[in-house]
Each structure stands twice: as C-alpha cells, then as structure tokens.
C-alpha cells in the first residue's frame, strides 16, 4: 500500500502535524496540534497523448529521471488551473513541439504504489514538424513493429501503447482504466 508523505508541519501556521483520524473521517490525516488544520494528501496526476501519425506512434527518450535514456509518450503532471486536456496538450507541445488535434480520453491508469494517476488521450499530429523539448533528448516515430519495448520508461506507457495496438487491430478504441501494481 502506498505511503504519504508523511506532512511534518502544518501549512497554514508552521506548527507541528500529528496523524490521527478526525472525527467523521475514516483515514489518519496530518493535522496541526496548534491551529488544527487538517491536511488531505491525495494522488498526483500525470497527463499525456497517443501522438499519432498514419500507422506510427510518437515517443519521446527522456532527458530527464527518472529513466533518464528511455522511451516514453509525451507526458507530465497535471498542473493547478488546467483540465485533463489540457494538461496533456501541454506536455505534447512541452516534451515534443508537436502540434495535435487532441482526441478522446484513452487510458486512466492509477499507480497506486506511486500515488499517481495516469490520464492518456489519443491524439493526431498534424505535421512531422517537430522536436525534442528541454525534458526529451529525441522525438521519433515509430510503427509497431519497431517499438522499444524493453526501453520503455514507465508500465502505464507499455500498457497504453499495447492497448492503442489492439483496438486499432480491433477497428475500435474504447477508454481503459485499470490499475499498475
């Protein structure tokens, strides 16, 4: 199971945090021992694209860690005051200049170990014009068959390509959600 934080200080006053259940709650919270501020830590989200171009998909090789070297699609935190959407047609534009027409919501993937939940859109490029961002030491298109399967950064970028591989192989995609343990 995963593990906060574990919130040391309260953010309003400074004080010291303790945990303990509030009344009417049902988990421990980090609450502040002198002003009582109760503090909620929640689950981070990652927001990215299926960046595609005829038969072949985008991927961008991390300059960054974690995985520093390997291959991902273009993804990043969710950022205060933007959507899902957004977000991910940020990190597209961030990680690979690449410019889009963003599709449907593809995969939600919650990384419960990480505390993360990862939203992927599909989405269509409108030119081959683009370029490695100051995260990404290259951008490339890829078919299926050339994919880096063993290079791949993180789980929920493997399981959203092997899922973008089947419907299309299907003639359907449908949004997926599942969970990476």
């Known amino acids: ?10 953010r309003v006053c400074g004080h010291p945090a303790r945990y303990a259940v509030p009344p009417e709650d049902t988990r421990e919270r980090a609450i502040c021992t002198a002003c009582g501020e ?9 927001v990215g694209t299926v960046p595609v171009w005829g038969d072949q998909v985008l991927l961008c090789r991390r300059a960054i860690e974690p995985r520093h070297g390997l291959w991902t699609l273009p993804a990043g935190f969710l950022e205060l005051g933007e959507s899902t959407a957004e977000g991910a047609m940020r990190e597209t534009d961030e990680e690979a200049g690449a410019r889009i027409e963003l599709g449907a919501l593809f995969t939600v993937l919650n990384v419960v170990s990480a505390g993360q939940v990862h939203f992927f859109y599909l989405a269509r490029l409108h030119d081959t014009d ?7 030491l290259e951008t490339r298109l890829f078919r299926e068959h050339e994919l880096p399967w063993d290079e791949l950064a993180f789980r929920t970028v493997r399981e959203t390509l092997r899922l973008f591989f089947a419907d299309r192989e299907r003639g359907r995609f ?4 599942g969970d990476i343990r």
């Open 1 to 10: 199971m995963f593990q906060s934080r574990r919130i040391r200080h309260c």
């Open 38 to 46: 109760i503090h909620y830590e929640n689950p981070i989200n990652v």
């Open 130 to 136: 683009f370029a490695p961002g100051p995260e990404t």
């Open 174 to 177: 449908e949004v997926h959600a």
